[in-house]
Each structure stands twice: as C-alpha cells, then as structure tokens.
C-alpha cells in the first residue's frame, strides 16, 4: 500500500516558459474534477526533452484527505481574478 499523504505532481514546462520556473515558485493546479491546490516547485529538470520540447518540474501536494490519485491528469490552476480598477471620470 502507498503512502498518498503527500503526491508528486510532474508537470511539463514547454521551453519558452522555462525562464519563468524555478525551485520555490508558488503554482496552483487542478485537477479534471475541479480539485484544486497550491504548491511550490521543488525540482526542475535540467534537460528538455527532444520529443516534447519541454522540461519536467515537480510540485509535492499535501495529500491529508487521499483526494488527489496517482496518475490523474492535472492542468495550471488559472491565476486567481483581480479586481479591475474603477475608472476615474472627472466631473
């Protein structure tokens, strides 16, 4: 029996992006059935691959529930909605 109290996410970063990823960085993931976590990254490849283009990074998610299961697909979070700024009309 595995233990499921902390899950590794691998996700690929295309390399273009690559310069944006780094060991600490908060990301937030969900997965298809609307589940949802923040992480850090806490390794990075350092080799991209021939046949994606993209570098392998790993996010460590706590896991208490045992909701989150090997091998379920998983997305980038989209960023949290900021308020817009209300215009300012002079009068």
């Known amino acids: 029996m595995a233990d499921l109290d902390v899950v590794w996410v ?3 970063v295309s390399s ?7 060991v600490g960085l908060s990301v937030g993931i969900m ?7 923040k992480a850090k990254i806490d390794y990075v490849a350092p080799v991209i691959s021939d046949a994606t283009r993209a570098a392998q990074a790993r996010v460590d998610v706590a896991n208490p529930d045992h909701l989150w299961r090997p091998g379920a697909a998983v997305t980038k979070a989209p960023p949290p909605r900021r ?3 209300r215009p300012i009309f002079a009068t």
């Open 10 to 12: 691998s996700l690929q």
């Open 16 to 22: 273009d992006k690559l310069k944006d990823v780094a």
């Open 31 to 37: 997965a298809n059935d609307g589940l949802a976590a």
């Open 83 to 85: 308020a817009l700024p």
